[in-house]
């Protein structure tokens, strides 16, 4: 199978690098959605030898999800991994999900809440929040619904509609995978917290708008 990692990324010159060369090893291709970062993420991915694909503005996660699985399917995919590009994934854990695929999973989802990770209390609360929020507008149980470590089949990526543009994807593909009866399962994975990685969170009021734009999303299924 040849697997391709697909990386959003947005002003992430800090970081972008030492995700792609940890990334690297495990996958035959690496997808960076530049989605109109301003500093040097688009040079510095390209310097690592990433396809890049940019946007002009910035779009946000949903849209630079869209705009990787359409390239991934151009290159011949038959498995994408999404990653964080701030750092936060453990690319070894890559095999995990790939290994789900092979034994028949459609959607794979990195799970913190299946490990001990170091997930901070309010982080916490947030990921619970959106778990109950998926589940009651789209019937949908995971136990970590906002994970950006995922994997899917090319099959999936080709039955799975976007439509929302920012944080909000996360339950959306989710919401997808039950539409469309793709088999889904959760494999547990660590995240790698540091002040950066943190610093990238939603605040409050980004939260409430993210759950308005599910509503919107629920109505239009």
Do not use: C
């Not at 890049?52 to 151009?74: C, P």
């Amino acid at each position: 199978m040849k697997v391709f990692a697909i990386i959003p990324a947005y002003n992430e010159q800090a970081t972008i690098a030492e995700v792609l060369q940890k990334t690297k090893p495990f996958v035959d291709g690496m997808i960076v959605v530049n989605d109109g970062s301003t500093d040097r993420t688009a040079d510095i991915a390209r310097g690592q030898g990433a396809i890049l694909v940019s946007h002009v503005i910035n779009r946000g996660l949903g849209a630079a999800i869209g705009t990787g699985f359409e390239t991934a399917k151009r290159f011949g995919a038959d498995v994408v991994v999404t990653l964080d590009a701030d750092g936060q994934h453990d690319a070894h854990e890559i095999e995990k999900f790939v290994k789900a695929i092979e034994h028949g999973a459609d959607v794979v989802i990195g799970s913190r809440m299946l490990t001990r990770s170091a997930m901070p209390l309010h982080r916490k609360f947030a990921n619970t929040i959106g778990n109950l929020v998926t589940l009651l507008l789209f019937g949908a149980w995971v136990t970590d619904s906002q994970s950006g470590f995922r994997a899917f089949t090319r099959y999936a990526i080709s039955k799975i509609h976007i439509k929302t543009n920012r944080m909000e994807v996360s339950s959306e593909l989710i919401a997808e995978a039950k539409r469309n009866n793709l088999t889904l399962v959760e494999v547990p994975i660590k995240a790698i917290y540091t002040d950066y990685s943190l610093s990238k969170g939603q605040s409050f009021f980004v939260g409430i708008k993210t759950l308005l734009k599910l509503v919107v999303r629920r109505l239009t299924l």
